[in-house]
């Protein structure tokens, strides 16, 4: 079974312009999560997605960040304009969903790595 | 606010000997518990979980934790490490099922030969 997969691995823009990272999660996931890691700090959650629906954006800097998700299936957080701030690793999560009685796993993906000169 | 904290953010060790990387936790009710590794160049990788089964978690490659209430703690150990093991290890938490994750700040683990 293929894991949670983004695209591109890396990305290197110059602040002002706009980036576009995807999530294609493990099939049949409902849940599906962004978090970002920048220099130096800690991995911090910026939404999560129940099938095409925003569940919880808590997370998000500020509306220069963008995220939708297709039909339930993968997803896409667009930056514009990107910042110097903006660069980090972004990583994506999906877990199964449907149950109340286990902890739903989340499973990552192998991040992306943005970087913003 | 419920946090993760983790002592230590690099922590080196002789290959065979114990590997003990420490996190605590903030929160009033215990939480569900993990620990994830990412190896160079790769994706975060779930090591093991607890949910309050049992205090005693064995996970993958050899690691266990054990979870102690009255400490508020979360422990990461490995008898024998291996160079294999060299790698930044997240303790994290979850209030509730289907919540977002709190990671901690992370633990560099190197493991000289």
């Known amino acids: 079974e293929a894991g949670v997969t983004q695209f591109p691995s890396h990305s290197v823009i110059e602040k002002g312009q706009t980036v576009t990272l995807r999530c294609d999660p493990i099939s049949g996931h409902d849940n599906l999560y962004w978090y970002r890691r920048v220099m130096g700090k800690e991995i911090k959650f910026l939404l999560h997605?129940?099938?095409?629906?925003?569940?919880?954006e808590s997370g998000m800097p500020n509306n220069r960040f963008l995220a939708e998700r297709t039909g339930g299936t993968y997803s896409t957080l667009k930056v514009q304009p990107a910042e110097l701030e903006d660069s980090g690793v972004y990583f994506c999560?999906?877990?199964?969903?449907?149950?109340?009685?286990?902890?739903?796993?989340?499973?990552f993906g192998p991040g992306t790595r943005l970087t913003v000169l | 606010a419920q946090s993760v904290t983790q002592l230590g953010s690099h922590v080196s060790v002789s290959e065979g000997a114990l590997v003990l990387l420490r996190c605590n936790y903030s929160?009033?009710?215990?939480?569900?518990l993990f620990w994830y590794v990412q190896y160079p160049n790769q994706g975060l990788q779930l090591l093991l979980k607890?949910?309050?089964?049992?205090?005693l978690v064995k996970g993958i490659n050899g690691f266990e934790a054990e979870f102690k209430k009255s400490e508020t703690s979360f422990h990461l150990t490995k008898p024998s490490a291996h160079m294999s093991d060299a790698a930044e290890y997240f303790c994290a938490a979850m209030k509730t099922s289907y919540d977002k994750v709190i990671f901690g700040p992370g633990t560099s683990l190197s493991v000289i030969p």
């Open positions: 607890y949910t309050s089964a049992a205090t």
């Open positions: 929160s009033s009710v215990p939480p569900y």
């Open positions: 999560a999906s877990s199964q969903g449907g149950t109340a009685y286990f902890t739903d796993t989340q499973y």
């Open positions: 997605f129940v099938k095409e629906s925003k569940q919880d």
